[in-house]
């Protein structure tokens, strides 16, 4: 059986569901690359709703998130 | 070596699972009622008639079980520097939320944590109550995705992430050094009860593990069906599958959807309450459960919540909302119990409750 290797992501979390699922409609919609994700637990204690996506997408990101008004709580980088 | 990677990914929701499975058997032979070593709602419930805010006599008592899942969170989450004072996410939605979640559970006969020890004990009457819950959980996500929202919370003072878990201390001291000023069952429900530091002890355990893990039941199915995780999804597994085991070994497994211990045979408004309670609790972002865990590390919105699903126990015994359970009269005949008019009113209310609450919170079109 493959063994599923863990790969760096970027996670950006978000202050309400409502953040989470902007983001996933704007991505989408610029096609750019990422899925939702429960929030990992070393994030926070939290159980919300996260954007993963490849970390050279980060200032993409936080560039389009911010011209759409979607606020962001943080932004990390895990091996997931 | 992909199964050991699952098992290091869900090491800990398994474990509180099997844990929280363990502690109900142990609640049940220590003297809790049966199929309820653990009811969120119906101990809350419990907890508003030993403070006098309902007066049904068969369920007032103030349960040790609530005191330690807040105080074990509580404490889990300082240990942990997760302890995080935060509110003003929607307080007076929450509380509304709280009472007809609360109201949802009762007329189906228990939160979803007890749903699931009911199943564990064999009783085929709560399969319409977990239909139900899907349901509701579905209602809710089919919104979240519309972005629905009650708004983010912010810091705030320490004092006031510490509400709830004083409370609870408080009730602590008044249940041991004070105990004539609150009311006791003296036959039913209430009266049945495992010695408080039992009690106590297995709450600080659930407490402390759920902080860690997450344990939800609405979260578990939510993120089931919204993101393919199943993570939260086992924990409520692992509960149904370690109380079914239990109750096979001690012999109290009864496969059946009659006669079974302080349940229903309406089966629609068991479906129904729980849809009720589901949908809320996506809302809500939590199971009655997950809001007590959340007020033990500092969300002054869940607090909120709790005392919202407080009142709401007072109001349902206060107007005849609940369910009354099966019992068999004198002259042998099975009685169906159930809800009555009033209670399929609350329940008919709460959903346009929860209607009107999820339209108003929803984007408006230009945010859209």
């Known amino acids: 059986m493959a063994v599923r290797k863990k790969q760096l992501r970027l996670v950006v979390t978000f202050h309400t569901t409502a953040g989470a699922m902007a983001a996933e409609q704007l991505c989408r919609k610029l096609g750019l690359e990422g899925r939702l994700i429960s929030v990992p637990r070393s994030v926070t204690s939290d159980c919300g709703i996260a954007w993963s ?13 911010q011209e759409a008004g979607i606020d962001t709580a943080g932004c990390y980088e895990l091996f997931l | 070596m992909k199964q050991q990677n699952w098992f290091r990914e869900h090491g800990v929701i398994l474990l509180t699972g099997v844990i929280v499975g363990i502690a109900a058997i142990v609640l049940t032979a220590c003297g809790n009622p049966k199929n309820m070593g653990f009811c969120i709602a119906c101990f809350e419930r419990d907890i508003a008639g030993a403070l006098g805010l309902h007066s049904a006599d068969k369920v007032q008592y ?14 889990a989450a300082a240990a942990a520097k997760e302890f995080r004072a935060k509110a003003g996410s929607s307080p007076a939605c929450r509380f509304v939320l709280g009472l007809f979640v609360m109201i949802g559970a009762l007329v189906f006969l228990g939160c979803p944590l007890r749903m699931v020890i009911r199943l564990g004990g064999g009783d ?14 579905l209602v809710g996500v089919f919104f979240l995705r519309r972005g629905f929202s ?3 919370a912010y810091p705030v003072r320490q004092g006031e992430g510490m509400i709830l878990p004083g409370v609870m201390v408080v009730l602590l001291v008044l249940l041991v050094a004070v105990p004539g000023v609150l009311r006791f069952s003296e036959a039913g ?10 009690s106590l002890a297995a709450g600080l355990v659930v407490g402390v593990l759920a902080q860690r893990s997450r344990l939800c039941m609405a979260g578990g199915i939510r993120d089931a069906v919204m993101l393919q995780d199943f993570k939260l999804l086992s924990g409520f597994l692992a509960i149904w599958i370690t109380i079914t085991i239990g109750n096979l070994i001690i012999g109290n497994y009864n496969l059946s959807a009659v006669s079974q211990p302080i349940a229903h045979s309406q089966h629609l408004w068991s479906f129904l309450g729980m849809a009720l309670a589901g949908w809320g609790s996506i809302l809500l972002g939590g199971c009655p459960l997950r809001q007590l865990i959340l007020a033990g590390e500092g969300n002054g919105d ?27 009269a004198e002259n042998g005949t099975y009685v169906v119990g159930g809800i009555g008019k009033a209670g399929m009113a609350a329940v008919v209310l709460g959903f346009v409750v929860l209607l009107v609450i999820t339209l108003t919170h929803l984007p408006r079109k230009e945010q859209a």
């Open chain 1, 53 to 65: 996506a490849p970390p050279d997408l980060r200032s993409t990101l936080e560039a389009r998130f």
């Open chain 2, 62 to 75: 103030v349960r040790p079980e609530i005191i330690g899942i807040v105080l074990g969170a509580l404490i």
């Open chain 2, 124 to 137: 085929l009457t709560a399969v319409a109550g977990l239909a139900g819950f899907i349901a509701g959980i």
């Open chain 2, 150 to 152: 009650l708004g983010r």
């Open chain 2, 189 to 198: 429900p209430g009266s049945m009860r495992a010695f408080w530091v039992i």
């Open chain 2, 302 to 328: 869940s607090a909120v919540t709790v005392f919202g699903m407080i009142v709401g126990a007072a109001v349902a015994h206060n107007f005849g909302l609940a369910g009354a359970a099966d019992s068999v």
